[in-house]
């Protein structure tokens, strides 16, 4: 099987857009169209491969649609899953959006600002002064239910199964978990119900490689975030190297896409008269 790296693109030193020549974009048009699979290209590549040159991606166009953004992220959690999504309420920045969110939460509540990742842009608000600072901070509304939780799941999905994953206990300071924020990682038994949870929004999304951060209320998962692109920090100790993993589904899927070779219909034979 031919995989293709996509880090010889990465690596070109383009000149801006409005300067940009094909024949500098498409250098490696070629070993493209040639490969099987374009692993891990940027999100701006993504249209010009899938529908320019009919490449396979790995990650799956899924993967980048729906975890390139965590509003547009949220709003497939609440049509798939919406028992396992925390209550959310995502509305445009107006001048009555203040009293409009107060009236649905009570403190403490959860606010977001929608394009950050690694724990940034996360707000536990406690209060009006909490909320005013975090309105000033951001473009749009998101904001969610508070969970009584002081740690959470990441489990780590390659091709079709969760292949591992660990607990992220609260940081010292309180409310985060993530490791980037002080959280430190735990392993121990993966609930069933989490993993299951995952597989399920996998299967029928198209997700095939990410980092899902799911809490969990008793026996009950919350689907958070996920990232197509996640620290490697807590997998690898855990789980080891994934390139393993990775080829396994890549040949999987490689395979259950090749056409079926149509087969020469056997001359039927005639049968003889029975005196």
């Not at 590549?45 to 799956?60: D, E, H, I, T």
């Not at 309180?174 to 989490?194: H, V």
């Not at 997998?235 to 056409?259: M, N």
Request: charged letters at 25%; glycine letters at 6%.
């Amino acid at each position: 099987m031919k995989l293709l790296s996509f880090d010889a693109l990465r690596t070109l030193s383009f000149p801006a857009h409005d300067h940009l020549k094909p024949d500098q974009y498409w250098r490696h048009k070629e070993r493209i169209q040639a490969a099987d699979f374009v692993l891990f290209p940027d999100y701006w590549q993504l249209n010009a491969l899938v529908y320019g040159l009919g490449a396979r991606v790995f990650p799956s166009e899924a993967s980048y649609r729906i975890g390139h953004n965590k509003i547009e992220m949220t709003r497939v959690f609440q049509t798939v899953c919406p028992a396992n999504t925390p209550d959310t309420l995502i509305l445009s920045k107006a001048d009555n959006a203040l009293n409009d969110v107060l009236e649905v939460f009570d403190y403490p509540f959860v606010a977001k600002i929608p394009k950050s990742s690694r724990g940034e842009g996360v707000f536990l608000i406690e209060n009006s002064a909490d909320w005013v600072r975090y309105y000033n901070q951001t473009d749009t509304i998101y904001v969610q239910e508070y969970l009584p939780i002081d740690r959470d799941l990441r489990l780590v999905l390659l091709g079709e199964k969760v292949v591992g994953g660990y607990w992220r206990l609260q940081a010292a300071q309180g409310f985060y978990n993530n490791l980037a924020q002080g959280g430190t990682m735990m392993s121990g038994q993966l609930p069933p119900e989490a993993v299951r949870l995952v597989e399920d929004f996998a299967r029928r999304t198209g997700v095939d490689h990410a980092g899902f951060d799911v809490a969990m209320v008793g026996q009950h998962p919350y689907l958070i975030e996920f990232n197509r692109l996640f620290g490697t920090q807590g997998v690898t100790a855990v789980i080891g190297d994934t390139t393993g993993f990775i080829l396994e589904y890549l040949e999987k899927r490689l395979i259950s896409e090749r056409p079926i070779e149509p087969t020469t219909p056997r001359r039927k034979r005639r049968l003889r008269r029975v005196a």
